[in-house]
C-alpha cells in the first residue's frame, strides 16, 4: 500500500477520530476557561481601582475648604504625610465651578485631556458618579471619576479624579500571552495522553478483530473469549459468536448435504459407467451397441 493510502487509512481509523475530537473539546474548554479568567482578572483590577478612586474622593473632602471664590486646598505642609498624600490626589485632579469654568486641572490631566464644559455640565446634572478610561499620547490609560461635591454653602463643583491603570493592563498582558503561550504545550500533553488512553481504551477491539480475522472456514469452533467486563465489547464479542456459531451450523450442514448428495449419486453414476465400459469392450454389433446404452439411458 502507498504512503498516501496508509495516511488515508490512519486519518479514518477510530481511534485518531477519538483523539481530534477529544483534542476539539480540550482546546475549546482551556480557551473558553483562559478567557472567563482573564475577564475575571479584569474584573477585579476595575472593581480595586475603582475602590482606590472612591477612597481618594472621600480623602479629597479633607482637603477642600471653601472660599469666597470658591473651593481651595488647605494641606498643612509641615505634616509629611498629609502632604504626600494632597500630592498623590492632586496628581491627577481636575475641578470646575457649576457653570463649566475649569478652575484647576493638574498637569497630568491636560496631558489626557481637560473635561469640555458640555461633559462638566453633564456630569453635575446627575447624581451618580461618571467613569472614563483615557489614554495620554503615550497610550498610558487612566481611569477617571467624575462627579459633583457640594460645598457647606451648597455650591456644586465639579471634581475629577484619576489613577494610572497602565500596572493593571500589563498584569492582564502577561497573563494573557504566559496563559495562551502554554496552551500548545498543554494540548501536546493533553494530546499525547488522549492517544495513549484511547489506544488503551480500543486495544480490546483491536484484539477482537485480531481473533474475527483467523477465524475461516476450516476453523469455525473458534471462539472469542470475553474478557469480563460486561461492557459494550464484552456483548459485542458473544453476539460475534453467536453468529459463528449460526455459520458454523449453516456449514455443518451444508457438509452433510453434500456428503448425501454425493452418496445418493455415487451408485447410479456407477452402474452407468459399468455399463458403458462393458460395452465399450464386448460389443461386436450395433443392436449389442444399443441395448448396452439403452441401457445406460434407463440408469441416467
Do not use: C
Not at 492632586?90 to 469654568?101: L, N
Amino acid at each position: 500500500m502507498s504512503t498516501a493510502g496508509r495516511r488515508t487509512r490512519f486519518w479514518r481509523r477510530l481511534g485518531f477520530r477519538l483523539m481530534a475530537g477529544y483534542l476539539a473539546f480540550f482546546t475549546l474548554l482551556l480557551a473558553v476557561v483562559g478567557l472567563l479568567f482573564r475577564n475575571r482578572l479584569i474584573g477585579i483590577q476595575d472593581a480595586q481601582i475603582r475602590e482606590l478612586l472612591e477612597g481618594d474622593r472621600a480623602a479629597l473632602a479633607g482637603f477642600l475648604r471653601e472660599t469666597p471664590d470658591g473651593i481651595s486646598w488647605e494641606v498643612d505642609a509641615e505634616d509629611p504625610q498629609e502632604s504626600f498624600v494632597a500630592e498623590r490626589l492632586r496628581r491627577v485632579f481636575m475641578r470646575a465651578d457649576d457653570e463649566g469654568r475649569v478652575l484647576q486641572a493638574s498637569p497630568a490631566y491636560r496631558v489626557i485631556g481637560v473635561e469640555p464644559r458640555s461633559e462638566i455640565l453633564r456630569v453635575l446634572s446627575v447624581s451618580e458618579p461618571v467613569w472614563r478610561t483615557r489614554k495620554d499620547p503615550w497610550g498610558t490609560s487612566y481611569l477617571v471619576r467624575m462627579g459633583a461635591l457640594t460645598a457647606p454653602g451648597g455650591r456644586r463643583y465639579f471634581i475629577a479624579q484619576g489613577r494610572n491603570v497602565a500596572l493593571n493592563e500589563a498584569t492582564v498582558q502577561q497573563f494573557t500571552w504566559q496563559y495562551f503561550s502554554t496552551l500548545p504545550v498543554i494540548l501536546l500533553v493533553g494530546s499525547s495522553l488522549g492517544w495513549f488512553l484511547t489506544k488503551r481504551g480500543l486495544r480490546p477491539l483491536e484484539q477482537v478483530v485480531q481473533a474475527a480475522d483467523s477465524i475461516t472456514g476450516s476453523n469455525l469452533n473458534l471462539r472469542i473469549p470475553a474478557r469480563g467486563a460486561d461492557d459494550e465489547l464484552d456483548r459485542l464479542i458473544v453476539t460475534f459468536n453467536r453468529m459463528i456459531e449460526r455459520l458454523e451450523n449453516s456449514f455443518e450442514q451444508m457438509r452433510q448435504f453434500t456428503a448425501d448428495v454425493s452418496h445418493e449419486l455415487r451408485t447410479p453414476i456407477t452402474a452407468v459407467r459399468g455399463q458403458l465400459e462393458v460395452a465399450l469392450m464386448t460389443t461386436q454389433s450395433e443392436q449389442q451397441l444399443r441395448d448396452a446404452i439403452q441401457a445406460a439411458l434407463e440408469e441416467a
